[in-house]
């Protein structure tokens, strides 16, 4: 799971961020929790400016994002006691928006690639299994928060904050599961 690295008392006042939030001390996590015992099993990474989405890839490994920067980080979580965070790509489109944007909700697709809602950029970027962007998907919304395959056909359906809104897309394949595949 992720941690912001932050209450949001602490950086939002209302609908709006407090002036200077960009600038706080973010101290944005990811962990590996037990979920059978409830407790923490390792922090993965710390620091993170604003960490969000999260992901497990078809490669096995985790992938999180920070929605300050617009990085997705790529964690080897299985064959690593002590993982390092490796740059995988960035999703923010420059100049789409003044105000703040970032990645936040992401999936992976059959295909291999992310698929990744970046909130206040009205799209849903996709990197390339070598972390290059493949695609931006145009929505009707400006704030896409998360996204998920379908169970049937090739689709991803997207919440949207901005108009209040379940947006879906057609895309080239279906998803992965949204789990850690059996080890067993």
């Known amino acids: 799971m992720t941690d912001s690295g932050l209450a949001a008392t602490d950086f939002i006042n209302g609908q709006e961020f407090v002036p200077g ?72 489109q420059p100049d789409s928006n003044p105000d703040f944007k970032g990645p936040d909700g992401m999936a992976f697709g059959t295909d291999g690639r992310l698929y990744c809602t970046v909130y206040n950029q009205k799209n849903v970027t996709v990197l390339d299994r070598n972390g290059n962007v493949a695609d931006r998907l ?17 689709r991803l359906r997207v919440t949207e904050v901005g108009k209040g809104q379940v ?17 067993e």
Request: negative net charge; aromatic residues 12%; proline residues 8%.
């Open 21 to 92: 939030y960009m600038d706080f001390d973010w101290d944005g996590r990811v962990y590996e929790i037990d979920p059978v015992a409830m407790k923490i099993r390792r922090v993965l990474d710390r620091k993170i400016r604003f960490t969000n989405g999260i992901a497990f890839g078809p490669d096995n490994e985790l992938y999180a994002n920070a929605s300050f920067t617009g990085e997705i980080y790529r964690y080897d979580v299985l064959g690593n006691s002590t993982p390092k965070r490796v740059l995988f790509g960035n999703v923010l």
């Open 138 to 154: 145009a929505l009707d919304g400006p704030q896409p928060t998360n996204c998920a395959f379908t169970l049937e056909g090739k």
């Open 167 to 183: 947006e879906e897309l057609e895309v080239p394949c279906t998803g992965l599961p949204l789990h850690l595949p059996n080890l």
